[in-house]
């Protein structure tokens, strides 16, 4: 009898942007075109890099593998905001709420742990440059960009299966646009005390380790520069790298923001649409307008084209 009034939740609703209906059209045009930039201009990435031989070097291997990443990263969470923008139905079911949610942060653990890779990449080319080509071997490069996918599917698999076992039993309302895990550990009916716990955890491993790495990185790159006297030095050292920290302070900066503030705003959303759809679209900006290889890549492939 104590279970008579409690029902097994099958499906979640997603609330999305429901609040603003008369907007829906609106925002489904507008993420729809940076969904549609984000994949092309990432896309282009990494054609560019594989068709133009003066790019076939550690750093624009690891821009095209990341290229990779952000491509899969919005395809995990932006087609089913759209269909739920113009859809009479916002559901998605429990299994695939949880393949959503394990997709999305493993993804994003893998972003954090590859641009700390890009980072010692970077960190290598300059500190030891004489044995840098020796070092970063095309072989040691694939492994390179194979351990944050590993790493982070294992990393994002302990919380999500901990909390997908938590028991669902009343309300099914995520009050957001994709399943994350906090959301769903609040509609709990059972203690998710262990959860919460597993995703700290989780989370010390999945963004503080690799940021780490990456502030000791450019700590090491920035005293290594400002100890070069020639100043065209310093400018063509800071260069090859200045594209990646940009990179890193978006990413990072909208992360703490999102995750760090005060929660229970309806903007939360809006603040999650920055490094789910607007960060991807304008990763590929960075990497191409700020990096003098790849305008002239680009310039090279443009006169080719037209003959």
């Keep these: 009898m104590e279970n008579a009034n409690t029902t097994e939740v099958t499906e979640f609703v997603l609330l999305a942007f429901s609040n603003f209906h008369h907007l829906q059209g609106l925002f489904f045009f507008i993420i729809l075109m940076m969904f549609i930039v984000s994949v092309t201009g990432n896309l282009a990435i990494i054609l560019l890099v594989q068709s133009e031989p003066s790019l076939h070097t550690p750093m624009y291997f690891f821009i095209s593998v990341f290229a990779a990443l952000e491509i899969s990263f919005v395809s995990a969470t932006i087609p089913k905001l759209l269909a739920n923008l113009v859809g009479a139905s916002r559901t998605i079911s429990f299994v695939g709420c949880f393949v959503q949610l394990y997709a999305f942060n493993a993804l994003g653990v893998t972003e954090c742990y590859l641009l700390a890779v890009m980072a010692v990449d970077r960190d290598l080319a300059i500190n030891n440059p004489l044995r840098y080509e020796a070092i970063m071997s095309h072989t040691f490069c694939i492994v390179l960009s194979v351990f944050p996918w590993i790493i982070s599917f294992v990393?994002?698999?302990?919380?999500?299966?901990?909390?997908?076992?938590?028991?669902?039993?009343?309300?099914?309302?995520?009050?957001?646009?994709f399943c994350d895990l906090a959301p769903i550990q609040n509609l709990a009916c059972s203690n998710p005390f262990i959860s919460n716990i597993s995703t700290s955890i989780a989370a010390v491993f999945a963004s503080l380790t690799p940021f780490i790495c990456i502030i000791t990185c450019y700590s090491h790159i920035i005293i290594t520069i400002i100890k070069i006297k020639n100043l065209e030095g310093k400018q063509k050292a800071f260069s090859t790298c200045s594209s990646h920290l940009i990179v890193v302070g978006l990413f990072y900066g909208t992360v703490i923001i999102v995750y760090l503030r005060p929660k229970g705003s309806h903007y939360d959303k809006f603040l999650a649409l920055v490094y789910t759809a607007i960060i991807p679209m304008l990763n590929p900006f960075i990497y191409s307008l700020r990096n003098q290889y790849m305008k002239n890549a680009i310039r090279k492939l443009s006169i080719i084209s037209v003959f």
């Design 155 to 177: 990393i994002a698999f302990i919380p999500t299966i901990i909390t997908a076992k938590l028991d669902f039993c009343g309300p099914n309302e995520v009050d957001h646009f």
